[in-house]
């Protein structure tokens, strides 16, 4: 019997729910198998452990409505010490006067074993009586009366007779709100489509203890630290949070920032102890043998278990270390690509995981690229972009907001040679492309994205043509285009976007939400292509610059996402807001 | 203090020590009774009963033996016992029972510590989770009452319980490791 049938048949049991022919297989295996047993003993605690803690908690009230009716309380509480504690009583008698009606019961840390003592005594004396039955009932909760008394001095008067001292009280830790504090050593700050076999336990605000084990199937929870790393939780993982500055990473990923007062925070992983310098750095545990982690800022320090060796890591630098200890040291320029480095939206995370195919922003770049530079894919399908040619300058947006990049030079490409697998549409499937662009007017013709090898090939492509945006699909047979009516290139942001919807048969652009052109789908056949995916120029060089197509301009963002997205769910409310002048377009707001 | 109590020590009678004893490892007896025979109510009354016989049985422990296992030794008579006269009660066989007793942990002194961090544990439950809970062990409800009153089915309830006390359980055993010596402060 599997541990899995084993807890089931056993719960069964404990919940008096167990059929006949489960019974007997239960009966079976309590004989044959230990395990089960061991099992058994330990179910069975957590069952009458919850009945105990009810039971309590119901005996306390009926007490403390008896509670209500007994005149003389110090009576009743010295009726209950003499029978339970006489020495409590002595000192009880030296603290005169301080019983009070206001006793907290469910805060003592000992009212079972109170209550067992008062009770048991009780049973004793009515059981002499021979009235065993009738008396019981009424004694008991006489009994938890007195008790509730008991407890108010047990807790008014510490054994050495004093005070008892008020506890402690733990490092306060600032959370998101402002002005929040929340104990140690370690509480769930916010949480985004986490789901734990309890899911019970995810809530935001939660408060997780040392040794406790958390396990994320999928989703993303962050972390709060009590000396104040915040962690975010990768699903699929599972870390033990060993003390407040400590994780231990069995499986999974995550991304931590540290700040200086918790500086030495430490990752233990299988293989590794990652130690935080003063740092923003991620960390995965892909299996037991291997550990990989990636500076994203500042610096940290790698222990190898095998070995003892350290080694420090510098902003963008990473590493491998394998249970033998071998470290494999490696830059690392965009490996923060494949972390969520803050917590996203709902709906960002959603639509990240559940459509997005690929996303690319060039508006958090470093100031310059250069040829061999990359850009991340923050889609985290590994999509990253190379730049071939040219070079693309990160532009100063109004307000100090980054405004995307800058096209320079005669001919700039971006592409991926790794998408020959990816990024390709059958006859059936549906996919948008987006993108943020500024054009000016003296640029009317640009690529936006291509898929493209020759005419009369499977493929597809976007550009803007004589100011105009098109886009077109191709099945090796039917090559449909669909023309907008607006044109874009008018040296304002504009975010545009081009779906295809096999569903509906139907190509369609927008223009910053707005319906720009529609046409029917004939293709019949598959889109798929030889060739990588290109932004900003085709694919091949062509010494006519018109048929390049050469995209001179600025560009912020270029998402490809699975399905035929409306445009409540393009990425212009997703990714950009009003906060940031440079990239909203009123037309947004609409 | 200590002198006090060694003092009251010295006078005790047998039956006062047993006594003592048991009220000490009452909880614990409490346990190991329900495990092999969990109807609170029936549990109940054989812990009565155990107690009874342990106190008639007084002057046969030796003090400075294990009380618990001395008694858990009647309680395990009593058990089966009962199960023997309880033939029609869907429970365990005497000899899946006796298998069980076999195999009862040595020590369950930490029931107190246990009751403790299940209180802490159940506050980190959802409402929901928090409901079902009480309504089996408050209520005394069976899943198949729960599933009733709330509209789900029976085996929702029973996926619901399971991973409520898989949670508690797993909840639980860190804190205690938490709080065994040496102690973490909080």
């Known amino acids: 019997m599997s541990p899995h049938d084993s807890e089931r048949l056993i719960h069964a049991y404990l919940d008096r729910s167990i059929s006949d022919d489960e019974l007997e297989r239960l009966n079976e295996a309590v ?51 003499v029978a339970i504690e006489p020495h409590r009583v002595r000192r009880r008698s030296s603290q005169s006067g301080v019983v009070q009606r206001h006793v907290d019961v469910s805060s003592t840390d000992r009212p079972q074993e109170l209550f067992s003592l008062a009770v048991l005594r009780v049973y004793r004396v009515v059981s002499r009586d021979g009235a065993r039955r009738s008396w019981w009932a009424m004694g008991a909760l006489a009994t938890a009366a007195m008790l509730l008394v008991v407890i108010g001095l047990y807790r008014l008067t510490s054994r050495d007779g004093s005070q008892p001292s008020p506890p402690v009280p733990s490092q306060p830790l ?26 019970v336990t995810l809530q935001p605000g939660a408060t997780l203890l040392a040794g406790e084990v958390i396990v994320l199937p999928r989703g993303l929870m962050q972390v709060v630290m009590q000396r104040g790393a915040r962690v975010l939780l990768h699903g699929p993982c599972e870390v033990t949070l060993v003390d407040d500055n400590t994780l231990k990473l069995h499986h999974g990923r995550l991304a931590a920032y540290v700040p200086q007062q918790a500086k030495r925070f430490t990752v233990d992983t299988p293989t590794t102890r990652v130690i935080d310098l003063g740092t923003e750095f991620g960390v995965e545990v892909a299996s037991a043998r291997r ?84 850009v991340p894919d923050l889609g985290r399908s590994g999509l990253h972009l190379r730049l071939e040619t040219g070079a693309l300058e990160q532009l100063p947006g109004r307000y100090g907001m980054p405004g995307g990049v800058q096209f320079v030079g005669p001919s700039v ?10 990024l390709q549409f059958g006859r059936n499937d549906s996919f948008t492309l987006e993108a943020f662009v500024r054009i000016s007017p003296n640029n009317p013709n640009a690529t936006l994205i291509t898929r493209d090898v020759a005419p009369m090939r499977p493929s597809w492509w976007w550009r803007v043509e004589d100011g105009l945006a098109r886009f077109m699909i191709g099945d090796g047979v039917e090559e449909p285009v669909v023309i907008g009516r607006r044109p874009v290139n008018d040296g304002r942001w504009h975010h545009l976007a081009a779906v295809r919807d096999a569903v509906r048969g139907e190509l ?79 037309e947004f707001d609409r | ?28 007896v409490r346990g190991f009774i329900y495990t ?79 009751v403790g961090a299940l209180r802490r544990c159940l506050e980190k439950l959802a409402p929901a989770a928090r409901q079902v809970l009480e309504l089996r062990y408050r209520d005394a409800r069976t899943p ?43």
């Open chain 1, 31 to 81: 004989l044959n198998q230990p395990e089960v047993r061991e099992l058994f003993w330990r179910l069975a605690e957590v069952d009458q452990t919850l009945y105990t803690v009810y039971s309590e908690l119901e005996s306390q009230e009926a007490g403390l409505a008896l509670l209500e009716e007994l005149s003389d309380l110090e009576d009743a509480a010295d009726a209950a010490l």
């Open chain 2, 144 to 186: 198949t009452q729960i599933a009733e009153m709330r509209g789900n089915t029976p085996l929702s309830v029973n996926v619901a319980l399971s991973r409520a006390r898989a949670f508690l359980r797993r909840c639980m055993d860190q804190q205690l490791l938490q709080e065994s010596p040496p102690r973490v402060a909080p």
């Open chain 2, 36 to 114: 092999l025979l969990p109807i609170n109510d029936y549990a109940d009354d054989l812990l009565q009963e155990v107690f009874i016989t342990a106190m008639e049985k007084a002057a046969e422990y030796q003090p400075g033996t294990n009380f618990q296992a001395w008694v858990c030794t009647i309680a395990r008579f009593k058990v089966l016992e009962f199960r023997r006269a309880q033939a029609r009660l869907r429970l365990l066989s005497p000899a899946a029972m006796e298998a069980l007793a076999d195999n009862a942990p040595s020590s369950t002194d930490h029931e107190q510590d246990a």
């Open chain 1, 413 to 422: 490409r971006l592409s991926n040679d790794d998408v020959q697998r990816l």
């Open chain 1, 291 to 374: 550990t990989e982690f990636h500076v994203f800022d500042g610096s940290i320090e790698v222990e190898t278990k095998a070995g003892g060796r350290r080694f420090a890591f510098e902003h963008d630098e990473g590493g491998t270390v394998d249970d033998a200890g071998r470290l494999d040291r490696q830059p690392s320029p965009f490996a923060a690509a494949r972390y969520w480095r803050s917590m996203p939206t709902e709906e960002q995370y959603r639509l990240v995981t559940e459509s997005t195919l690929a996303l690319w922003r060039f508006d958090t770049l470093s100031p310059r690229l250069e040829p061999g530079d990359h």
């Open chain 1, 508 to 586: 369609r652009l927008y223009i910053n939400g707005e319906l720009d052109g529609i046409t029917s789908d004939t293709t019949r056949g598959d889109l798929y292509s030889i060739h990588s995916v290109q932004l900003g120029r085709f694919h091949g060089v062509r010494r006519d610059a018109y048929y390049d197509f050469q995209f001179h301009g600025d560009m912020a963002m270029v998402r490809i996402s699975r399905g035929a997205l409306e445009p409540s769910a393009f990425a212009a409310r997703q990714f950009f807001t009003r906060d940031d002048p440079s990239l909203w377009h009123e």
């Open chain 2, 1 to 28: 203090m200590e002198r006090l109590v060694t003092r009251d020590r010295r006078t005790l009678q047998p039956s006062d020590e047993v006594q003592r004893l048991f009220l000490r490892h009452s909880a614990a």
């Open chain 1, 174 to 199: 600032v959370t998101d709100t402002p002005g929040q504090t929340v104990p140690a050593p370690a509480v769930v700050a916010s949480v985004t489509d986490a789901i734990d076999v309890d899911a």
